[in-house]
C-alpha cells in the first residue's frame, strides 16, 4: 500500500475543510479554537444579558391627523403633496420641545422609574421617544420603552394628549384671526350694500316715471358690457382679498411660537438642503444630550458640540428665515397684481359708464347702481359663508386628531428580544471570532508553500514529503517498508538534492533538526539515512537528541549502550554502535538520558567522537533535538558539514522559521535548505510536489536514484554539479 493510499483513508484532525475552500476559510480553520471560543463568549454574553438584563415595556398608540384646518397658506400645490408634507410634520410635532415639556408638566417625573437618575428629562424622553409614519397610510405611531407597563403607557398617553392639546390651540388661535379678518371684512362690505341700497332706492323714488326695463339695441350692448365689467371687477375683489387674507394671516402666523417651523414645513418640505439641516441639528442635539447626561458638560467634547449646534441653529434658522422672507413676499406680490387687475377693471368701467352716461344717462346711471349693489351682494356672501363653515367646523370639533390606538402596553418585555439578542451575539461572535482568528493566523502564520518559504528564509526547497500515515517507528523505515511509495521516492531525492550544493566528500556529516518538536525530524533522519545506505554509501545514524531519543525506538535496538556511554568511557564504541538489517547502515542510539545534554554535546569528547566516525564512514546522520526549545542542536551545527531543516506543512510558522534559521547561520551552520514534512493530498500544489510515474518492483535502486536526482534538479531549476579539477564525482551506490 503506497503513501498516498494511507493519506487518503484516514482523516487528520489538521485537514483544511475539503472542496478547495477559500483561503479566508482555511486561514479560519487553522485557528478554529479561537473562532469557536470567541463565538461561544459572545453567545453566552448575549445569553446573560439576556437573563440579566433589566426588562423594558413598550407601549404604542396610532394616531390620524385629518387636515382640514383653514387654508391660509395655499401655494398652488396638488392636494396629495400637501398631504404627505403635513402628516410628517405633525411626527416631528409629537417630538418637538413645547409637547414634551408640556407632557413633562403632567407626568410625575420625579417618582417615575423610567426618569431615574436622568438630569435632563426633555432631552431623554426626546431621544427615546419613538414616532413613525406609515408606509401605507397616514397614520402615525407613538411608542416608548419603558420599565413597566403602566410607566410606558401613561408616558404616551400624555405626550399624545399634550400633543392634540398644543394641535387645538394652534387651531383655534389661527381660526380666531381668520374668523376676526372676516368678520371685519363682513362690516365693510355690509356697509357699502346697505349705502348701494339706499342710493338704488333713492333713484327710484326721484325718477317714478323712467322706464328701468332697459333700452334696445346700443343701449343694451352698453349695459351688457357693464353687467360684464361688474362681474369681472367682483371676481378681481374677490382675488385681491383672498391674497389679501392669504398674506395677512401669513404674517401673523410667522409672528407666533412654531409659526415659522410651520410655515417652513409646508414651503420647504421637498427642499434637500433644509432636510439635512434639520437632521444634522437633531443629531447634534441628541449627542449633546447625552454627553450632559454622562456628566461632560465641561469637557472639550461637549465644548464642541455646543459650538456646532449653535452653527447649526444658526443655520436652520437663516434658511427658515429666508424662506419665509421669501414666501410672504411671494403672497404679497400676488395681492399687489389682483390688486393691479382690481384696478385695470375698475378703469374700464368707469370709461365704459361715462360712454353710457351720453346715451341715456338716468337710465345707465340706474342700470350702474343696480350693477353695483349685485356686484356688493356678492361680496358680501364670501366672507358670510367662510364665516359659516368655520363656526360649524368649530362647533362640530375643533380638533383633527383621531386616536385610532389608544396607548397600551403587554405585560410581556419586548426589550431585550431573546431572539434578537442572541441573533446580535452570534453575529458579533462569527464577526469577532473570524477577525481573533485571522489575527493569530496572521501572527502566527504558517508557512502553506514553497515560494512562502523560500521567500521567508532565502533558501531552496530541497523536497517535499506527503503525509504517512501509522505510528512514528513505522513511518521512520518508511522507505524500507513502501520502497515503490511516493514517501519513499521523496526521501530519496532529499538524500541526494544536498549534494547539488555541497560535493560528497565535503558533505559528509549531515544534521537534520526542525525548529519545534513534532515536526518530523527524527523520521526524516532515519529515511534519509535508509537512502544514503541504499544509494551505496557507509552511512551511520547518529541520535544525538539527548533530550528525547527515538532512533533505537524505529530501529527496534533498545535502550542500551549508547553515545552518552562512549563520551563517558563506560563502553567502547564498537559496543555502543549497532548494525541494522539494511546493508550499510549502523546506528549509535543516545543511550541514557544525561543530566545535563548541552554540555555533553559542546565537550571536547564529543568533537573528537565526530571526527573519529567520519573516518570510519562515509556518510554520518546527526538526528538533534529541535532548535527553539533548547541549545542542543545549535552546538552540532558547528560540528556538521551540513544542516537540513525540517518544517511541517500548515504548522511551522514564519517566526519559528526565521527564527531557527537565524539561529543556525548565528554559529556559522551551513544550511543546504528545507524540507517540507507531513504534506496532506490536497496541499500538494502549493508546494509544487508532483511525480510524473512511481517506480516499479522491478527496477534497481540506481536507475531509480538516478531518475529522481534529474527530476529533483529540474525541479529546483540547479546546474550540474561540475567536478573539481583532478576529482570525479563519486557514483551514487
Known amino acids: 500500500m503506497t503513501a498516498e493510499k494511507h493519506s487518503s483513508s484516514r482523516t487528520y484532525p489538521n485537514d483544511p475543510p475539503s472542496g478547495g475552500a477559500p483561503r479566508l476559510v482555511v486561514r479560519v480553520w487553522h485557528r478554529r479554537w479561537t473562532f469557536l471560543l470567541a463565538l461561544a463568549a459572545c453567545v453566552a454574553s448575549g445569553f446573560a444579558y439576556w437573563r440579566f438584563a433589566k426588562p423594558l415595556y413598550t407601549a404604542t398608540s396610532r394616531l390620524y391627523v385629518e387636515e382640514h384646518e383653514p387654508r391660509l397658506l ?47 428629562p426633555a432631552l431623554y424622553l426626546k431621544k427615546r421617544l419613538d414616532v413613525q409614519v406609515g408606509k401605507k397610510d397616514a397614520g402615525i405611531a407613538v411608542s416608548f420603552d419603558a420599565p413597566t407597563p403602566a410607566e410606558a403607557t401613561t408616558i404616551v398617553k400624555t405626550i399624545v394628549d399634550a400633543y392634540m392639546d398644543q394641535q387645538s390651540r394652534r387651531q383655534r388661535s389661527t381660526a380666531d384671526q381668520m374668523l376676526k379678518l372676516l368678520q371685519e371684512e363682513k362690516r365693510t362690505r355690509d356697509a357699502e350694500l346697505a349705502e348701494k341700497t339706499a342710493e338704488v332706492l333713492a333713484f327710484k323714488k326721484a325718477n317714478p316715471s323712467l322706464s328701468l326695463d332697459g333700452g334696445g339695441g346700443k343701449g343694451n350692448i352698453i349695459l351688457e358690457r357693464l353687467g360684464r365689467l361688474a362681474e369681472n371687477l367682483t371676481a378681481a375683489e374677490l382675488q385681491a382679498f383672498e391674497a389679501h387674507a392669504q398674506h395677512t394671516a401669513a404674517t401673523a402666523a410667522s409672528e407666533e411660537p412654531g409659526g415659522t417651523r410651520y410655515i417652513c414645513s409646508t414651503v420647504l418640505a421637498t427642499d434637500k438642503e433644509y ?23 465641561n469637557s472639550p467634547p461637549a465644548h464642541g458640540l455646543q459650538i456646532a449646534l449653535g452653527a447649526a441653529q444658526e ?95 403587554r405585560n410581556v418585555p419586548t426589550h431585550p428580544d431573546p431572539i434578537k439578542v442572541l441573533a446580535f451575539a452570534a453575529s458579533l461572535g462569527l464577526l469577532l471570532g473570524t477577525g481573533l482568528a485571522l489575527l493569530r493566523d496572521g501572527a502566527h502564520a504558517p508557512l502553506r508553500s514553497a515560494d512562502e518559504i523560500m521567500t521567508a528564509l532565502g533558501m531552496p ?149 565526530t571526527r573519529m566516525l567520519a573516518k570510519e564512514y562515509e556518510k554520518i546522520v546527526i538526528d538533534s533535538p529541535p532548535l527553539l526549545p533548547v541549545i542542543d542542536a545549535r552546538l552540532l551545527a558547528g560540528f556538521a558539514d551540513a544542516t537540513v531543516l525540517v518544517l511541517r506543512a500548515d504548522k511551522s510558522t514564519r517566526r519559528a522559521s526565521t527564527c531557527s534559521r537565524d ?32 517506480l516499479t518492483p522491478g527496477d534497481n535502486e540506481r536507475a531509480g536514484a538516478k531518475t529522481i536526482v534529474r527530476e529533483v534538479r529540474s525541479q529546483l531549476a540547479l546546474p550540474k554539479p561540475v567536478a573539481q579539477a583532478g576529482q570525479q564525482s563519486q557514483p551514487l551506490g
Open 275 to 297: 432636510q439635512d439641516l434639520l437632521a444634522e441639528l437633531h443629531r447634534l442635539e441628541l449627542s449633546s444630550a447625552s454627553l450632559n447626561g454622562r456628566g461632560y458638560l
Open 461 to 609: 526547497v530541497l523536497g517535499v514529503v506527503p503525509r504517512i500515515a501509522g505510528t512514528q517507528d513505522s513511518r521512520g523505515q518508511s522507505i524500507v517498508l513502501e520502497p515503490d511509495s511516493e514517501v519513499a521516492e521523496a526521501y530519496r531525492a532529499i538524500s541526494m538534492s544536498v549534494f547539488f550544493f555541497l560535493p560528497h566528500e565535503k558533505a559528509k556529516t549531515i544534521l537534520i533538526t526542525s525548529p519545534e518538536p513534532g515536526d518530523g525530524k527524527t523520521t526524516a533522519a532515519s529515511n534519509v539515512a535508509i537512502a544514503l545506505a541504499q544509494a551505496g554509501y557507509r552511512t551511520l545514524l547518529l541520535d544525538a537528541d539527548c533530550r528525547r531519543p527515538s532512533q533505537h525506538k524505529v530501529f527496534e535496538l533498545g535502550q542500551g549502550l549508547g553515545l552518552l556511554e562512549v563520551i563517558s568511557g563506560a563502553c567502547s564504541l564498537s559496543q555502543a554502535i549497532h548494525p541494522t538489517a539494511i546493508p550499510r547502515l549502523d546506528v549509535l542510539p543516545c543511550g541514557a538520558i544525561p543530566p545535563s545534554a548541552s554540555e555533553v554535546l559542546n565537550g571536547r569528547p564529543f568533537a573528537e567522537l
Open 315 to 409: 443655520q436652520v434658522a437663516a434658511k427658515e428665515k429666508q424662506a419665509v422672507a421669501g414666501y410672504l413676499k411671494g403672497l404679497e406680490q400676488k395681492w399687489q397684481e389682483a390688486r393691479g387687475k382690481e384696478d385695470e377693471i375698475r378703469r374700464s368701467l368707469v370709461e365704459q359708464q361715462a360712454e353710457a352716461a351720453d346715451l341715456n344717462g338716468k337710465l345707465v346711471e340706474y342700470a350702474r347702481l343696480e350693477s353695483e349693489q349685485a356686484r356688493l351682494e356678492k361680496l358680501c356672501e364670501a366672507p358670510e359663508r367662510q364665516i359659516t363653515e368655520m363656526r360649524l367646523a368649530g362647533g362640530a370639533s375643533g380638533l383633527n386628531v383621531h386616536i385610532l390606538e389608544p396607548a397600551a402596553a
Open 74 to 120: 395655499g401655494d398652488g400645490r396638488e392636494t396629495s403633496q400637501q398631504s404627505d408634507n403635513f402628516v410628517y410634520a405633525q411626527a416631528e410635532a409629537l417630538t418637538s420641545r413645547p409637547v414634551i415639556s408640556e407632557a413633562l408638566e403632567k407626568l410625575p417625573v420625579t417618582t417615575m422609574q423610567a426618569f431615574a437618575k436622568i438630569k435632563d
Open 663 to 694: 539561529g543556525l547561520l548565528s554559529v556559522g551552520a551551513n544550511v543546504v535548505g528545507v524540507v517540507v514534512n507531513d504534506v496532506p493530498l490536497r496541499g500538494r500544489r502549493r508546494y509544487d510536489y508532483y511525480y510524473s510515474y512511481r
